[in-house]
């Protein structure tokens, strides 16, 4: 996959929108460097001082596009991925939640086919600190956000704020944050981003986040065996009944498959250290890190 | 979504899959109605859970007082927690093989996958651990479909009494109303093939894409609504995501895995969430609906909230929750967790409004939730 960088040019889907236009703010006085924006009924307009296209491809054919952030409604999130494809963005990074799976299906082999990385859907975005943000996390945030060399991973924007706020408030800091989402279906894996964060440079340790349902956790043990960096984990939703979604569309227990106890095993045998408190998150990095 | 039975097999036999005459009936008297004119026929609880025929759920009437019978003891039993309150009657098959056959979406390899058994009646889980080799298997690429080469290359290797080329144009047709309804799962089991060698879907699972329903409102329309809590239906109301929990420790939070970790920490000091309930995303304006609902359940006695703000402004999620409180004057104690976007102007409204300051971290806040629900 690949990891967003303050020298990669970004296109904003959906730019014009109330959130499209607020968090686009946010990342241009944070440092991603916006290059413009989409919304085929205002292409030809300026937005947040940038231009507006009728689309990524138009905005490709004068720009290079390296990634873009979709905030598009569901139902419009299959046919603006595509585009975003078709205009050779390596990374799009899509915040939608409820999008139909078989469209989600449709444009991920798209993306495979092209080489292209998909974050999400219903993920929180990416935070490469002091870099850039791409998505709505709080990245200017000084008390949730510091620089340092934790690699976080999350299926969960909030419980991810308050992971970081965690390791700041312990006197650690992140390199790179990347959300992957919390549907069962999505573009990157845990196992996508922990390879992705192992081979970041500056990332000493990771924190990895996740929650009930699916077996994402449980294949990423087995990457983790092979690596040398400390990983700690906790994992959301040991309290939750068997069978209920929770919130998230991804965090659901059928039988034993995706419970709490599955994961932790998983990754207990692999070495990372399994927190039951996201609290113990800071002092179990600086043992691994000792 | 789930669908019943008789709610399920139109799907297959608008793709053109044969399914056995029916009718569904609610009363003993209709079901002799429809047997007379069916002839030899099933009738078969309408419950949206599996193993319903262990459960005795599943007759066989070889007359329209047989039929008659089995309906009076089939309606009004309870299978898996729901009252049989409608059965279908349904002409019996001469069964020569029984097959299995699905479509679902698969989240380890991402794509749609098409199986098929020769083992079919049975619980698949069953044959997957028992015997492995006799399910087949394909992945498919959503944008080319399944073809006819692939749907025939995965069963022609297999015994079929012949049938393997019938199965292959099933598997198409299965694949076609898959995507045509949004399906997250399309399964026929059994498939049999009957003494006129012709294929017939005998029973039909279906589960919808909960993230589809807005563009198949006709499919919810005769789909079976999830069995919630009347406090679940008012969060479903409000668009709001409530469980309702044993416990007695109110959780309300933003976003999924924070509400989650919630109720995990009030579970690790020993408390007892009462309910999952989140106000991130979207539905971070409904700060005041969200308090109302969480103090409707009765037995409650402590309330942790923890917003930690990404997307979910939580100043905007205090405005609306303060809102409530004051109108509502609950007297029921509660601690703050408050990070993250629009942090500082929530702790301002909070002190100013409530002169409550927030604990400083979650384990605090939830630690003295627990505590006052213990009466300490």
């Known amino acids: 996959m690949h990891i967003c960088r303050k020298n990669h040019s970004v296109i904003i889907q959906g730019i014009t929108g109330k959130q499209g236009t607020f968090w686009t703010e946010q990342m241009q ?262 | 979504m789930n669908f019943e039975e008789f709610a399920a097999k139109p799907i297959l036999a608008n793709a053109g899959i044969r399914v056995p005459k029916s009718i569904l009936c609610e009363t003993p008297d209709e079901v002799a109605r429809a047997a007379h004119d069916i002839g030899r026929c099933v009738v078969k609880a309408q419950v949206p859970v599996g193993k319903r025929g262990k459960a005795g759920g599943i007759q066989l009437a070889n007359s329209v007082n047989d039929a008659k019978k089995h309906a009076q003891n089939i309606i009004g039993m309870k299978i898996n927690g729901y009252v049989v309150d409608k059965v279908l009657v349904e002409a019996q098959s001469n069964i020569i093989r029984e097959f299995y056959a699905a479509i679902l979406n698969d989240p380890v390899t991402q794509t749609p996958l098409v199986m098929f058994s020769t083992e079919g009646g049975m619980d698949i889980e069953e044959v997957a651990a028992s015997q492995p080799d006799k399910i087949k298997q394909a992945k498919i690429d959503v944008r080319h479909g399944l073809s006819l080469t692939q749907a025939f290359g995965l069963v022609e290797d297999l015994e079929l009494s012949g049938a393997n080329e019938e199965v292959a144009k099933v598997l198409i047709k299965l694949y076609s109303a898959y995507r045509k309804n949004d399906a997250e799962l399309l399964e026929i089991n059994p498939l049999v093939l009957n003494s006129s060698r012709s294929l017939e879907a005998l029973d039909c699972k279906f589960v919808l894409d909960d993230s589809a329903v807005k563009r198949q409102p006709d499919l919810v329309a005769i789909g079976t609504p999830e069995k919630l809590t009347e406090l679940e239906k008012r969060g479903e109301q409000h668009g709001i995501k409530y469980v309702e929990l044993n416990g007695n420790v109110v959780v309300l939070a933003n976003g999924a895995g924070l509400t989650m970790t919630t109720m995990d920490v009030v579970r690790h000091y020993g408390g007892e969430p009462a309910n999952f309930c989140e106000i991130g995303g979207e539905a971070y304006t409904k700060g005041r609906a969200a308090l109302e609902l969480v103090l409707a359940k009765p037995g409650i006695k402590s309330l942790v909230v923890n917003f930690c703000g990404a997307f979910a402004r939580c100043d905007v999620m205090m405005e609306g929750l303060l809102e409530a409180w004051v109108s509502l004057k609950p007297r029921i104690p509660v601690f703050f967790s408050i990070a993250g976007t629009g942090d500082e102007e929530a702790i301002i409204m909070l002190k100013k409004t409530l002169n409550l300051d927030p604990l400083p971290n979650i384990d605090e806040a939830c630690k003295a939730a627990v505590k006052a629900a213990e009466g300490q």
């Open chain 1, 29 to 290: 006085e944070y440092g991603t460097r916006v290059i413009g924006g989409v919304n085929p009924k205002k292409a030809g307009a300026k937005h947040c001082g940038v231009p507006v296209y009728g689309s990524v491809v138009d905005a490709a054919r004068e720009v290079k596009v390296d990634a873009t952030v979709m905030f598009i409604p569901p139902l419009g999130v299959k046919f603006a991925a595509l585009d975003a494809i078709e205009a050779g963005a390596k990374l799009i990074v899509c915040l939608t939640e409820h999008i139909p799976i078989q469209d989600l299906m449709y444009f991920m082999a798209a993306a495979d086919e092209a080489g292209a990385t998909i974050i999400g859907p219903n993920t929180a975005g990416t935070v490469t600190v002091g870099e850039c943000f791409l998505g709505f996390m709080p990245a200017f945030n000084t008390r949730i956000f510091q620089p340092g060399n934790i690699g976080v991973i999350s299926r969960s924007g909030s419980l991810a704020t308050l992971i970081c706020q965690i390791l700041t408030g312990s006197g650690l800091g992140v390199r790179a944050f990347l959300g992957i989402g919390g549907d069962p279906i999505i573009g990157t894996t845990t196992l996508d981003a922990l390879k992705a964060l192992d081979n970041f440079e500056g990332v000493e340790a990771i924190a990895m986040v996740g929650e009930i349902g699916g077996v994402m956790e449980e294949e990423a043990a087995e990457y983790a065996k092979t690596m040398s960096k400390p990983i700690a984990a906790f994992i959301a939703g040991g309290a939750a009944p068997i069978g209920k979604k929770m919130g998230h569309a991804g965090a659901i227990v059928i039988g034993d498959k995706g419970s709490y106890s599955s994961k932790k095993n998983a990754l207990e045998k692999a070495g990372v250290n399994v927190i039951d408190t996201p609290m113990k998150m800071g002092e179990a990095l600086r043992t691994g890190l000792a």
